[in-house]
Structure formats: structure tokens, C-alpha cells
Nanobody, 127 residues
Framework: QVQLVESGGGLVQPGGSLRLSCATSGFIFDFYAVGWFRQAPGREREGVACISGTSGGDGSAWYAGPVRGRFTITKDNTNDTVILQMNSLKPEDTAVYYC?????????????????WGQGTQVTVSS
């Protein structure tokens, strides 16, 4: 059974940091691209960052423009976990954050049609 479980969300002040984790199981982690998405109230879900599989890929990362330079995505292949380190957080980063996985990099980075999704974790940036 495939599972993606997000954790690490919470309330943080502007300028602060949070570290989100996406723990995965039930599929061959090395073969999949894994991405983070977010959805703010009243807005469409959008891609935030993605990291490629390391089998047949090179672990490349992609970032959406609004988060580039502030967020970092990494893979922990020992624990089949993807980390999203978020620094210099802004109120506009407030959203439910989801992780998703698919065999195909382009599916994760350009669509909302990834094969597997987590349930999400709330991030609130407010003073």
C-alpha cells in the first residue's frame, strides 16, 4: 500500500523557518520524482518544488519562482523521505502543503496528476 505522510507544519512568524518531511512507503523510492505542492484558501493548488529520482535521474531539483532561493528540497534515500526546508517565510507562504510522487518528472513539475498524494500539512506564517 502506497503512503505519503507529511509532517512538520505549524505556525511561524514572518522570516522564520520550517522543515517539512514527506515519509513514503509502498513504492520504489529511487525510481520516483517527488514534489511539494501547496494550496492556499480560495486558490488553486500549485507546485512548489520537486526532486528527481536517483535511479535513472540525477537528483535534480526544480523550484517555483516565488520560493527559489528560500526553499530547499532534498532526498533522504536511507529513510525514503523527502525534506522541504523553508526559510525566510512570508505570509503568502501560508497554505496546506502536500507531497506527491510520480515516475515521471514532467508529470510532477507541470501537472497536478501525480500518481500518489499525501493528506497535507498546514503551514501558517503570521505575526
Amino acid at each position: 500500500q502506497v503512503q505519503l505522510v507529511e509532517s512538520g507544519g505549524g505556525l511561524v512568524q514572518p522570516g522564520g523557518s520550517l522543515r517539512l518531511s514527506c515519509a513514503t512507503s509502498g513504492f520504489i523510492f529511487d525510481f520516483y520524482a517527488v514534489g511539494w505542492f501547496r494550496q492556499a484558501p480560495g486558490r488553486e493548488r500549485e507546485g512548489v518544488a520537486c526532486i528527481s529520482g536517483t535511479s535513472g535521474g540525477d537528483g535534480s531539483a526544480w523550484y517555483a519562482g516565488p520560493v527559489r532561493g528560500r526553499f530547499t528540497i532534498t532526498k533522504d534515500n536511507t529513510n525514503d523521505t523527502v525534506i522541504l526546508q523553508m526559510n525566510s517565510l512570508k505570509p503568502e507562504d501560508t497554505a496546506v502543503y502536500y507531497c506527491a510522487a510520480d515516475r515521471h518528472w514532467m508529470v510532477v513539475t507541470t501537472t497536478l496528476n501525480s500518481d500518489y498524494w499525501g493528506q497535507g500539512t498546514q503551514v501558517t506564517v503570521s505575526s
